[in-house]
T-cell receptor, first 110, second 114 residues
Framework: GEDVEQSLFLSVREGDSSVINCTYT??????LYWYKQEPGAGLQLLTY?????DMKQDQRLTVLLNKKDKHLSLRIADTQTGDSAIYFC??????????FGKGTMLLVSP | DGGITQSPKYLFRKEGQNVTLSCEQN?????MYWYRQDPGQGLRLIYY???????QKGDIAEGYSVSREKKESFPLTVTSAQKNPTAFYLC?????????????FGPGTRLTVL
């Protein structure tokens, strides 16, 4: 079955890099996504990576995919207090349903 | 502005009452979804619809019902059969493309049953 696992909490200081990790179980996944949720709000798509890629960079965000280990990570460079939120990784098999992890709460302190 | 709207933002109901949550999108997306979010539980799929007049149960459909009479609208009814309805409900939509199927989310409705 499908399952997506994430650590629940990460605390960093402003200006440091943050790395949020995710493992998934379904090797058939076509796309993997990172979403951000601010308090009391919906989810906002941050970035995605296709399963045949190893890395994708988008401004301060770097996504690394290790398909052999089914491990996905999101690195946020120069983390700001506005980055404090819950981050969800999600996997897709390409049939329009996503399986989400339980989310990692990122707390950025000044 | 294209997007997904959910109303109301906060909803209070007495135990035993049915309640309907609204979700509207003007993105011309074929697929729409309802999720429930509880603290520390992530998102769990309630129902989804890939096309008008068709919908499928997700992982936790018991106690919920939906309809999809129009492409733009996918209302969710929380019935009195749902044992623990207090939660944050999120609606999403996607193009239903088999190539890439990122979902766009509404702002959510927080339902509290008293």
């Amino acid at each position: 079955g499908e399952d997506v696992e994430q650590s629940l909490f990460l605390s960093v200081r402003e200006g440091d890099s943050s790395v949020i990790n995710c493992t998934y179980t379904d090797s058939s996944s076509t796309y993997l996504y990172w979403y951000k949720q601010e308090p009391g709000a919906g989810l906002q798509l941050l970035t995605y990576i296709f399963s045949n890629m190893d890395m994708k960079q988008d401004q301060r965000l770097t996504v690394l995919l290790n398909k052999k280990d089914k491990h996905l990570s999101l690195r946020i460079a120069d983390t700001q207090t506005g980055d404090s939120a819950i981050y969800f990784c999600a996997e897709s098999l390409g049939y329009s349903t996503l399986t989400f992890g339980k989310g990692t709460m990122l707390l950025v302190s000044p | 502005d294209g997007g997904i709207t959910q109303s109301p933002k906060y909803l209070f109901r007495k135990e035993g009452q049915n309640v309907t949550l609204s979700c509207e999108q003007n993105l011309n997306h074929d697929a729409m979804y309802w999720y429930r979010q509880d603290p520390g539980q992530g998102l769990r799929l309630i129902y989804y619809s890939q096309i008008v007049n068709d919908f499928q149960k997700g992982d936790i459909a018991e106690g919920y019902s939906v309809s999809r009479e129009k492409k733009e609208s996918f209302p969710l009814t929380v019935t009195s059969a749902q044992k623990n309805p207090t939660a944050f409900y999120l609606c999403a939509s996607s193009t239903s493309s088999l190539v890439r199927d990122e979902q766009f989310f509404g702002p959510g409705t927080r339902l509290t049953v008293l």
